[in-house]
C-alpha cells in the first residue's frame, strides 16, 4: 500500500488521508470502482486533476470514465507500467449538458494485487459563465445574458452556455467542418483516415471521443502516417484575403509519441510556378487525451491554399476535428486561370515540404547524418558530440534565440497562453535602439488551462553536477504593501507548503474586521476546513525599498484558549529577520502593531514581507488587517518581549548591555529563562490537544530559547557604584495616562540597583530598585504622562559583587493609571496577572474580554466594574478542556512572603445545571509548593459572587486563578473581575446579602461541610425507605415490574429533559 497523502511532510507523514483499494488474494479478475456525486453542466474548459498510486505489480488496469445519459466515456486508461509513489493525472470532461458522473475503476486479475489509491480529486474550471447585465465593449451578449469574447463566436465551443454563440444566424456564413457526413471542401492524401467511430482497435492512443459531440459515437480524422511520409489535408483554394483576415480554427489531437507533430503551412498560388509552403504553425508532442483548439489568421496578397501535414511516431496518433473557416475565407470560384497544382492519389498534392521536415535517405529514419556518421537517437543532445561540427548537439536547448531553431525550444502550451519567440523591437514597439530575439509569453487560442509550457528536446542522460543558467524578466503592475483586504489582498497571498491556510474572508458573526467593523480581513482558522499543518503563511509580492528606513504597521487580532504565535518577518536575499512576534491571546479586540524595515542606503535590492501563524490547537484564530508602509522609522513600540530583536533600545557607555538566550555565550550570566516564554534552549514541551481532546493531534517539540536583555555587573565588567544605561527608540506622545509594565531579574548575589528614567523635555528619575536576587522574575511598574515623544531610560548601578547582573524582559505600555501588586479591574488588559500556558496542563490559556463584541466562545454579558457591555474581565471557557482534569492558570505577580493578607475577587460561573460543574479554585505556588485556599463548583447563576480568601505565606509566592473540569467536558465561562489583594489586611466579612457573597474560607472546609450535608441527606433516605416498608407498598409503586426504573434511560440534553416514550406514553 502507498504512505499517506502525497502532499504532506515526513514529520507528518502519517497524518493524511486517501482513498484506497485494498489486496486480494482471490484468482478472478475484479474491479474497484469509485463513483462521484451526481455533477451538472461542466464546462468545455473543465479539467480534472488527482493523485493516484498504482505500482506496476499491483493493477491490470486503471480507467476514468464520464456516464452521462446512457453513455459512457473512457476519459483515460492506462494498462501501465507506473512509476513508484505517487503520479499525477489531468483529464478533460469537455462540454457535459445535464447530469453527469465519474468514475475511477481500478481491474485486477489473477497475476496482481490489486492495491491502488487515490489522493486529491480537484475539478477545475469546470463552472459555467454566470449572466450579466452588461458586457464589456466588444464582448458578445448572449441569449442567456452570459458574456463572452468576440474572438469565441463561432469557434466550435458552446462559451455561452447555451450555444447562442454558434447559432446559424451567427455563424451562417462560416464553413465548418465536423467530418460528422464526410470531409467537406477539404482533400486529403494517403496518411489520413477518416474514421466513423471514436476508440477504434488500432491502438491504445486512439481518440475515445470526437470533440463535436463529445461522443465515443462522433467522427473525425485521424493519421498514422510515420515521420518522412506525413499526411496531407488541403483546403479548396481561396481568393486573396485583401485587407481581411481568414482564419482557420482547428481541434488537433496528439497522443502516443513524442515524435508526433502537426504543421499547417500557407501555399500561395498563382499563374507563374507556386511558392514553396509556408510553415504559419507547428505542434509536436504529446498532449494527452484532449482536443486542443488553435486558431491561424491568414492575410495574403495572392490566393491560396492551407495545408495540414501530420506524422508520428510508433505507437502516436494525430487528430483533426471541427475545422472551421471564417466568413473572409472565400472560395474561388473560376479556377482555370490558376497554375493547378501536379496530380496526386485522391487528393492534390502539395509542394515538397521543406527541407527541415526531411531525413537524409543515407540513414535510419530517426537517425542523424553528419559527414560519414550516422548518429543513433540515443546520442542527440546527449551533450557529448558526435560530429565533428557539433550537430548532433544543436538545438538541445543551448540558445541565445537569435536563430529561428530557438534552440529546440518548442511551446507545448494548451490553454490561453503560449510562449512565442519575439523579437526585442516588436516587443517595444519599433524602437530602433531595440535588438536581438527573446522568449516572451503571448495570448494563445487553446481552451484549456491558462499555465503555458515551453519544452527542449529530448535530453540525457546527464552528470550529477548538471545545472540549467537562464536570464529571465518579469513585469506586472506593482501592487501595494499598503492594504485595508476591503476589495482583495492587495499584494499579498498565501503560502502552499500547509494545507492551514490564510483566507480573505467578510466580516459574519463574532469574525469582524478592524477597518468598518463589516468589511474584509484575512483569517486564520485551522478548523475551517479542518487542517493538520502547524504553521500558515501570508506573503507579500517582491517590493523595492522607497527609503532606507520604512515603517510597517498592522492590526492584529489574536483569540483563542489554545491560539499559538503570530510572527512577522522580512526575506531579502535568501535571508530571513524576524521583525516582530506575540504568542497566547489577546482578548477579543484588534491590536496595533509596528515593526521599523530597514534597508541599505541606496540598495534596490527586492524584498518580501511574511506573517506567519504558529497554532498551539484548535481553539482559537488569528486575524489581519490594515497593513500599512511609510517612509521613516517606526515609533518605539508598545510591547517589547525581546524575541524578535532589541525593539531599537540602544545600549549607552560600553554597550554593556545585550541581548541574548539562555546558554548563547553572549554573557557570562544571567537568568536561567526568559519571561515571555519560560523555556530555556532545548527544554521540550508538549504543544497542541485535538478538538474536544482528540489524540494524536499533539506534537512534541522543543521549544525555542526566549530572549531577555541583561547587563553583566560584575566588578570585572562593571566596577562598583558605575552604571550602564540601556534606552528606548521615541514613543508617541500620550493622549492620556498610560502605565509602563516590565519585568527584572537579579542575580541571586545582589546585583545592584535598576533605575529607571523619563525622557521628555528632560531625564528625570521615576522609580529606584534594589534588584534583589531570586528565582523568579518580578514586575516593576511606571506611570507615564507625556504630551511630547519621550524615552524610558534603565540604568543599572553595579553593586561590585562578583558573578553578578541585571535582566529585563517583556515591556507593555498601556493605558491606565498602574495597578497596586496583585490587583486589577481587567480594563485595560491583565495587569501583572499571567496567562501563559502552564506545561502539563494542556496549553490553555485564560482570555480577555468584555459583553460589548461578539465571541466565538461564552461568557458573561456583563462585566462587575461597570456593570455594562462596555467592561471587561478575565474568562476561561471549560468547554475546550478534554475529560481527565486538564485545567488553565491565571498567575500572579510574585508576591512577598506575608503573615496575613487579604485576596478578594469577583467571579462568574455558568453551566447548566444537569452537567458536571466547572470548578475555579484559588492556589498558593511558592517554592514550599501548592496548597488549595478556595474553592467553588457552580451552575448558572447569572450573576457575579463575590469571594474573600484570607492568604498567609512564609515564603515569595505567586497567587493562582485555576479554571478546571473533573469530569465530562461541559460548554460553560468561568469569569473573573475586580481582582484586590489587600497586603498585611484581614478580610473582613461583609455584610451579609442573599445570594450574592460566597464567604471566606478554604478548600478543607467547604469538603468537610459536604461531607456533613451528604451524611444527613443519606440518613434521612434510610429513615425514609424503612417507614415507607413499615407502612406497605410506595403510594406510586406498581405491583408489576417497572419498564424504566430510576433515570436510567432518561436523556439530558443542556438544561432541557428528554422522557422516554415509556414515560411520556398513554396508558
Given at each position: 500500500m502507498p504512505l499517506p497523502s502525497h502532499l504532506l511532510p515526513a514529520l507528518v507523514l502519517f497524518l493524511g488521508w486517501y482513498m484506497a483499494v485494498g489486496t486480494h488474494r482471490g484468482k478472478e479478475a475484479s474491479t474497484a470502482a469509485l463513483r462521484s456525486p451526481t455533477l451538472r453542466e461542466a464546462a468545455s474548459s473543465c479539467k480534472l486533476r488527482l493523485w493516484y498510486h498504482a505500482a506496476s505489480g499491483d493493477v491490470a488496469e486503471l480507467r476514468v470514465e464520464l456516464i452521462h445519459g446512457a453513455e459512457t466515456l473512457t476519459l483515460w486508461q492506462s494498462t501501465g507500467p507506473w512509476g513508484p509513489g505517487w503520479q499525477e493525472l489531468a483529464v478533460t470532461t469537455g462540454r457535459i449538458r445535464g447530469d453527469f458522473r465519474v468514475t475511477f475503476s481500478a481491474t485486477r486479475n489473477a497475476t496482481h494485487r490489486g492495491a491502488v489509491a487515490l489522493d486529491d480529486l480537484e475539478f477545475w474550471d469546470c463552472g459555467l459563465p454566470t449572466p450579466q447585465a452588461n458586457c464589456p465593449l466588444g464582448h458578445h451578449h448572449c441569449q442567456n445574458k452570459v458574456c463572452v469574447e468576440p474572438q469565441q463566436l463561432c469557434d466550435g465551443e458552446d462559451n455561452c452556455g447555451d450555444l447562442s454563440d454558434e447559432n446559424p444566424l451567427t455563424c451562417g456564413r462560416h464553413i465548418a467542418t465536423d467530418f460528422e457526413t464526410g470531409l467537406g471542401p477539404w482533400n486529403r492524401s494517403e496518411g489520413w483516415s477518416w474514421n466513423h467511430r471514436a476508440g477504434g482497435p488500432e491502438r491504445p492512443s486512439w481518440p475515445r471521443r470526437d470533440h463535436s459531440r463529445n461522443s465515443a459515437q462522433g467522427s473525425f480524422l485521424v493519421s498514422v502516417a510515420e515521420p518522412g511520409t506525413p499526411a496531407i489535408l488541403s483546403s479548396p483554394e481561396f481568393q486573396a484575403s485583401g485587407t481581411s483576415n481568414c482564419s482557420l480554427v482547428f481541434y488537433q489531437y496528439l497522443r502516443g509519441s513524442e515524435a508526433g507533430c502537426l504543421q499547417l503551412f500557407l501555399q500561395t498560388l498563382g499563374p507563374s510556378t507556386p511558392r514553396a509552403p509556408v510553415l504559419l504553425r507547428r505542434r509536436r508532442g504529446e498532449l494527452g487525451t484532449a482536443w486542443v483548439r488553435d486558431r491561424v489568421d491568414i492575410q495574403s496578397a495572392h490566393p491560396f491554399q492551407i495545408l495540414l501535414a501530420g506524422q508520428t511516431g510508433p505507437g502516436g496518433v494525430v487528430g483533426l476535428d471541427d475545422l472551421i473557416l471564417s466568413d473572409h475565407c472565400r472560395p474561388v470560384s473560376e479556377v482555370s486561370t490558376l497554375q493547378p497544382l501536379p496530380p496526386g492519389p485522391r487528393a492534390p498534392a502539395p509542394q515538397p515540404l521543406p527541407p527541415s521536415s526531411r531525413l537524409q535517405d543515407s540513414c535510419k529514419q530517426g537517425h542523424l547524418a553528419c559527414g560519414d556518421l550516422c548518429v543513433p537517437p540515443e546520442?542527440?543532445?546527449?551533450?557529448?558530440?558526435?560530429?565533428?561540427?557539433?550537430?548532433?548537439?544543436?538545438?538541445?536547448?543551448?540558445?541565445?534565440?537569435?536563430?529561428p531553431e530557438a534552440g529546440g525550444w518548442e511551446d507545448a502550451s494548451v490553454g490561453r497562453l503560449q510562449w512565442r519567440r519575439v523579437s526585442a523591437q516588436e516587443s517595444q514597439g519599433s524602437s530602433a535602439a531595440a535588438a536581438g530575439h527573446f522568449l516572451s509569453l503571448q495570448r494563445a487560442w487553446g481552451q484549456l488551462g491558462t499555465e503555458a509550457r515551453v519544452l527542449t528536446p529530448l535530453l540525457g542522460p546527464s552528470g550529477p553536477s548538471c545545472e540549467l543558467h537562464l536570464a529571465y524578466y518579469l513585469q506586472s503592475q506593482p501592487r501595494e504593501v499598503s492594504c485595508n483586504f476591503e476589495r482583495d489582498t492587495c499584494s499579498w497571498y498565501p503560502g502552499h507548503l500547509s494545507d492551514t491556510h490564510w483566507r480573505w474572508v467578510e466580516s459574519r458573526g463574532p469574525d469582524h474586521d478592524h477597518t468598518t467593523g463589516q468589511g474584509h480581513f484575512v483569517l486564520l482558522d485551522p478548523t475551517d476546513p479542518l487542517a493538520w499543518g502547524h504553521s500558515a503563511h501570508l506573503l507579500s509580492r517582491p517590493q523595492v525599498p522607497a527609503a532606507p528606513m520604512e515603517c510597517l504597521s498592522f492590526w492584529y487580532h489574536l483569540h483563542g484558549p489554545q491560539i499559538g504565535t503570530l510572527r512577522l518577518a522580512m526575506r531579502r536575499e535568501g535571508e530571513e529577520t524576524h521583525l516582530w512576534s506575540r504568542s497566547g491571546t489577546q482578548g477579543n479586540r484588534w491590536h496595533e502593531a509596528w515593526a521599523t524595515l530597514s534597508h541599505q542606503p541606496g540598495s534596490h535590492a527586492q524584498y518580501q514581507l511574511l506573517f506567519e501563524g504558529l497554532r498551539d490547537g484548535y481553539h482559537g484564530t488569528m486575524a489581519l488587517d490594515d497593513v500599512a508602509v511609510r517612509p521613516g522609522p517606526c515609533w518605539a513600540p508598545n510591547y517589547c518581549s525581546f524575541e524578535d530583536s532589541d525593539c531599537g533600545f540602544s545600549p549607552g557607555g560600553q554597550g554593556l548591555w545585550r541581548r541574548q538566550a539562555n546558554a548563547s555565550g553572549h554573557a557570562a550570566w544571567g537568568p536561567p529563562t526568559d519571561h515571555t516564554t519560560e523555556t530555556a534552549q532545548g527544554m521540550g514541551a508538549w504543544q497542541g490537544q485535538g478538538l474536544r481532546g482528540w489524540p494524536g493531534a499533539g506534537r512534541l517539540m522543543l521549544a525555542p530559547p526566549g530572549h531577555y536583555m541583561v547587563v553583566d555587573t560584575s566588578p570585572d565588567a562593571l566596577p562598583r557604584g558605575q552604571t550602564a544605561s540601556l534606552t528606548s527608540k521615541e514613543h508617541r506622545p500620550l493622549a492620556q495616562p498610560a502605565c509602563l509594565t516590565f519585568w527584572y531579574h537579579g542575580s541571586l548575589r545582589s546585583p545592584g540597583t535598576l533605575r529607571v528614567y523619563l525622557e521628555e523635555r528632560g531625564k528625570h528619575q521615576v522609580l529606584s530598585l534594589s534588584a534583589h536576587g531570586g528565582l523568579a522574575w518580578r514586575l516593576g511598574s511606571v506611570d507615564v504622562q507625556a504630551e511630547r515623544a519621550w524615552r524610558v531610560v534603565f540604568e543599572a548601578v553595579a553593586a561590585g559583587v562578583a558573578h553578578s547582573y541585571v535582566a529585563l524582559d517583556d515591556l507593555l505600555l498601556q493605558d491606565g493609571p498602574c495597578p497596586q501588586p496583585g490587583?486589577?479591574?481587567?480594563?485595560?488588559?491583565?495587569?501583572?496577572?499571567?496567562?501563559?500556558?502552564?506545561?502539563?496542563?494542556?496549553?490553555?490559556?485564560?482570555?480577555?474580554?468584555?459583553?460589548?463584541?461578539?465571541?466565538?466562545?461564552?461568557?458573561p454579558p456583563v462585566d462587575h466594574t461597570l456593570g455594562t457591555e462596555a467592561g471587561h474581565f478575565a474568562f476561561f471557557e471549560t468547554g475546550v478542556l478534554g475529560p481527565g482534569g486538564r485545567a488553565a492558570w491565571l498567575r500572579s505577580e510574585p508576591l512577598p512572603a506575608t503573615p496575613a493578607s487579604c485576596l478578594r475577587f469577583w467571579y462568574h460561573m455558568g453551566f447548566p445545571e444537569h452537567f458536571y460543574k466547572g470548578e475555579l479554585k484559588v492556589l498558593l505556588h511558592s517554592a514550599q509548593g501548592q496548597l488549595a485556599v478556595w474553592g467553588a463548583g457552580g451552575h448558572r447563576r447569572h450573576?457575579?459572587?463575590?469571594?474573600?480568601?484570607?492568604?498567609?505565606?512564609?515564603?515569595?509566592?505567586?497567587?493562582?486563578?485555576?479554571?478546571?473540569?473533573?469530569?465530562?467536558?461541559?460548554?460553560?465561562?468561568?469569569?473573573?473581575?475586580?481582582?484586590?489583594?489587600?497586603?498585611?489586611?484581614?478580610?473582613?466579612?461583609?455584610?451579609?446579602?442573599?445570594?450574592?457573597?460566597?464567604?471566606?474560607?478554604?478548600?478543607?472546609?467547604?469538603?468537610?461541610?459536604?461531607?456533613?450535608?451528604?451524611?444527613?441527606?443519606?440518613?434521612?433516605?434510610?429513615?425514609?425507605?424503612?417507614?415507607?416498608?413499615?407502612?406497605?407498598?410506595?403510594?406510586?409503586?406498581?405491583?408489576?415490574?417497572?419498564?424504566?426504573?430510576?433515570?436510567?434511560?432518561?436523556?439530558?440534553?443542556?438544561?432541557?429533559?428528554?422522557?422516554?416514550?415509556?414515560?411520556?406514553?398513554?396508558?
Open positions: 546520442q542527440l543532445c546527449d551533450f557529448e558530440e558526435q560530429c565533428a561540427g557539433g550537430e548532433d548537439e544543436q538545438a538541445c536547448g543551448t540558445t541565445d534565440f537569435e536563430s490587583s486589577c479591574d481587567f480594563e485595560s488588559g491583565l495587569c501583572g496577572w499571567s496567562h501563559l500556558a502552564w506545561p502539563g496542563l494542556g496549553g490553555y490559556s485564560w482570555d480577555w474580554g468584555g459583553g460589548a463584541t461578539p465571541s466565538r466562545y461564552p461568557q450573576q457575579w459572587l463575590e469571594a474573600q480568601v484570607e492568604v498567609a505565606s512564609a515564603k515569595e509566592f505567586q497567587i493562582v486563578f485555576e479554571a478546571t473540569l473533573g469530569g465530562q467536558p461541559a460548554l460553560g465561562p468561568i469569569a473573573l473581575d475586580d481582582v484586590e489583594y489587600l497586603a498585611g489586611q484581614h478580610c473582613q466579612q461583609p455584610a451579609p446579602s442573599p445570594g450574592n457573597t460566597a464567604a471566606p474560607g478554604s478548600l478543607p472546609a467547604v469538603v468537610g461541610s459536604a461531607l456533613l450535608l451528604l451524611m444527613l441527606l443519606v440518613l434521612l433516605g434510610l429513615g425514609g425507605r424503612r417507614w415507607l416498608q413499615k407502612r406497605g407498598s410506595c403510594p406510586f409503586q406498581s405491583n408489576t415490574e417497572a419498564t424504566a426504573p430510576g433515570f436510567d434511560n432518561i436523556l439530558f440534553n443542556a438544561d432541557g429533559v428528554t422522557l422516554p416514550a415509556s414515560v411520556t406514553s398513554d396508558p
